[in-house]
Structures are given as C-alpha cells and as structure tokens.
C-alpha cells in the first residue's frame, strides 16, 4: 500500500515538472497570427536577388469583326540594370476589312452579358471570357520566357509611342476603338468594339494580370495575349540552384502559365 503510494506522488511530481517545463515553451513559441493582408503580399512571389539582368513585358490585344476589320495595340517595356525608369511604348494596330458592312442585316450585337465587377480588384492572373453570341473565338493567353546569359543584350530601339504617366493613346476605325493607359504602376489595354459586338480589357497592373473579354454579337475574333521576358545571369557560382530555380519556374507551363 504504501509503495503504490509512493509511486502515485512520483508520478504527479513528474507529471507537474513536465507542465511547468512545456508552458514556459509554450509561452516562448506562441503562434503569432499573420494578417491576410501581409499573406497576400506574400502569394505568387519567387525571388532571386541579384539574379534577374533583364526583365521584360509584351501586350497585345486585338479584335477582329465579321468583316474582317481590326483594331487593337501592342505595348513593350523593358528593364534592366541601365534603365533609369520603366516605360511602355506602344504602337496602334488597325486594318480594314473586305467583308459587308457589319451595320447591315444582324451586323448589331444583341446579346447581354451582366455582372463581373469584381474582376477589376482579382489578385494574380485573371482570364475570363464572356460570350453572348455565336461562332466567335477568344483567346486569353500568358506565357513567360527565361534564359540564361552573361551580360543583357544592347536594348533595341522601342517602337511605338512612348506613354507618360496619367497619358492615354488611342485609335479607331470600322472595328471600334482602342485605348492604351497608364494604370496603377502598370499599362491597361481596353478595346470596345463597334456595333454593340462586345469589349476586351487586358492590364497589367499591382501585382496582377487581367484578360477580360465579353462578347456581345456574332463571328467576331479577340486575341490577348502577354509575354514576360526573363534574362538570369549565368556568372553565378551557384549553378546548381539556378538549374533548379528555372525547373521550378518551367513547371508553370504544365498549368498554362
């Protein structure tokens, strides 16, 4: 009786020197919660310091009519060590059709397409395609090109109009209009097509990319796409984990990036 006693008092002994040794842990590693804004500064980033020499963007958007007419613009920004500030240059991008007239017969789109308002504040890339019409095509498309290289190449000469802050370029003709503006750090591409046959929007701004195309009438042809051009330094010792930082990076292409 009194050795099972004896036992009983080790054990609670033991017991509250382990409670006494775990809470002062525990007070030491409390968890410490992470605000979701804090977290979603964090989603999508992969960094390399010192790494990247070069980096570059290519927009383009366009939308073709059942006539055959085109309107849209194409949009370039490169940077690198050299450059004092980013800027994007863009070039119009209009053709005339050899179709009828789209203002004849059903020429007028009269499909509706409705809500979506919560696609201008998405985080991340974004593509979404709205059709209220028949025999039309839309293509939304991202892809994001990284190589290798000791030094970055001499900077060709950009084509096209250089955009200034708050600036807006645009163009017209049978197709509709095109307007190419500076937005949140970034450039937004919108075309708005003529005849009620739809609209397109393509951004690249505050840490996110938009293709945002609705279309409204019939047989028309809408192409967004944007390319991200990244050149590494290959002079690093550390070759190893740069192959593995670019295997991580080419598995983006399995989901479409």
């Given amino acids: 009786m009194l050795r099972e006693q004896q036992m009983k008092t080790s054990y609670w002994v033991v017991a509250t020197c382990l409670a006494a040794t775990t809470s002062g842990f525990a007070d030491e590693f409390r968890p410490i919660e992470i605000k979701d804004q804090e977290l979603a500064e964090l989603r999508g980033r992969y960094v390399m310091p010192g790494r990247i020499i070069s980096f570059g963007v290519v927009m383009s958007s366009t939308w073709r009519n059942a006539s055959g007419d085109l309107i849209g613009a194409s949009t370039s920004m490169r940077l690198q060590a050299a450059t004092v500030k980013p800027e ?41 395609t709205r059709a209220a019409g028949d025999d039309n095509s839309s293509n939304n498309k991202v892809t994001i090109n990284v190589k290798e290289a000791s030094t970055a190449t001499a900077p060709v000469r950009s084509r096209g109009e250089a955009l200034a802050a708050g600036q807006t370029i645009t163009g017209s ?47 028309n042809v809408v192409n967004n796409v944007t390319r991200l051009n990244v050149v590494l330094d290959n002079k690093s010792p550390s070759a190893g984990a740069l192959g593995y930082n670019l295997n991580q990076l080419a598995a983006l292409r399995t989901l479409g990036y």
């Fill in 88 to 128: 994007f240059y863009v070039s119009t991008i209009k053709h005339s059709g050899k179709g009828s007239s789209p203002n004849s017969g059903t020429g007028s789109g009269t499909g509706n397409v409705t809500g979506g308002a919560g696609l201008s504040t998405s985080q991340g890339i974004t593509q979404v």
């Fill in 173 to 219: 003709n049978a197709a509709g209009s095109v307007a190419v503006s500076e937005t949140g750090g970034g450039v937004q591409v919108a075309i708005t097509a003529s005849n009620n046959q739809g609209s397109s929007l393509q951004q690249v701004a505050q840490g996110g990319l938009l293709q945002n195309t609705r279309l409204l009438g019939n047989s």
